[in-house]
């Protein structure tokens, strides 16, 4: 484990921009989703409903569609996930939080 000095945290913390952390988390949401949902199809489970579509997502969040869409959009400028959201999506997407931010 490594040991920083005060100056060398500051210049880590000061790299963290929270528009990019966004960006990666939302940009990984989607990508862990999708190849979810694509083990889901191959598996051929009997089930009828994919809980990996946006649309079920959206409601295991309890979000509307539409909401949930922005959060997996490169181009929203605007998503903002409350971290209490994020660490359930760290759940059902079987990941870590630390993946969500790579």
Sequence with gaps: MAVYSY???????AK???DD??????????K????KYREFKKIGS????????????AALLDY???HYKRFESENDSTKKMPL????????ILETSIEDLMK
């Design 21 to 30: 952390l966004y960006y990666r988390i939302c940009r990984n949401i989607k």
């Design 46 to 57: 009997n089930s009828t409903i994919n809980p990996y579509t946006t649309e079920n997502i």
């Design 7 to 13: 100056q060398e945290l500051q210049e880590k913390i």
């Design 32 to 35: 862990l989703r999708k190849e």
């Design 16 to 18: 963290c921009n929270n």
């Design 64 to 66: 509307n569609h539409t």
């Design 84 to 91: 209490k959201k994020i660490v359930l999506l760290s759940i």
